[in-house]
């Protein structure tokens, strides 16, 4: 049984930072690319960052968030700085199997159930 687990969120004042980490298991973690996205209440889901071969990310956190993941203990992390009030949101860790073709920002096999993030202003 697949299983992704999210934490690390809580709630941080603006201009703080905080390390979310996602726990994989059921999967040969090394073989998926692995993205987060996040979703405030009233909005739709977006897309934060993914790393496959590369590394991306929306514009909106480019230059505060960085993702890296460790294999070995099959872990990928989002550490947040910086943080702004308009970053609050619950944030979800996602793996797709690598694949030619793939959307950093597109589908994915697997979601976790989230931490919420709150950043106060």
């Known amino acids: 049984q697949v299983q992704l687990l999210e934490s690390g969120g809580e709630l941080v004042q603006a201009g703080g930072s905080l390390l979310l980490n996602c726990t994989a298991s059921g999967i040969s973690f090394n073989t998926y690319n692995m993205g987060w996205f996040r979703q405030a209440p009233g909005k739709e889901r977006e897309f934060v960052a993914a790393i496959g071969r590369s590394v991306y990310y929306t514009n909106r956190v480019k230059g505060r968030f960085t993702i890296s993941r460790d294999n070995a203990k099959s872990t990928l992390y989002l550490q947040m700085d910086n943080l702004k009030p308009e970053d609050t949101a619950n944030y979800y860790c996602?793996?797709?199997?690598?694949?030619?073709?793939?959307?950093?920002?597109?589908?994915?096999?697997?979601w976790g159930r989230g931490t919420q993030v709150t950043v106060s202003s």
């Open positions: 996602a793996a797709e199997q690598a694949r030619p073709g793939w959307s950093p920002s597109g589908r994915y096999d697997y």
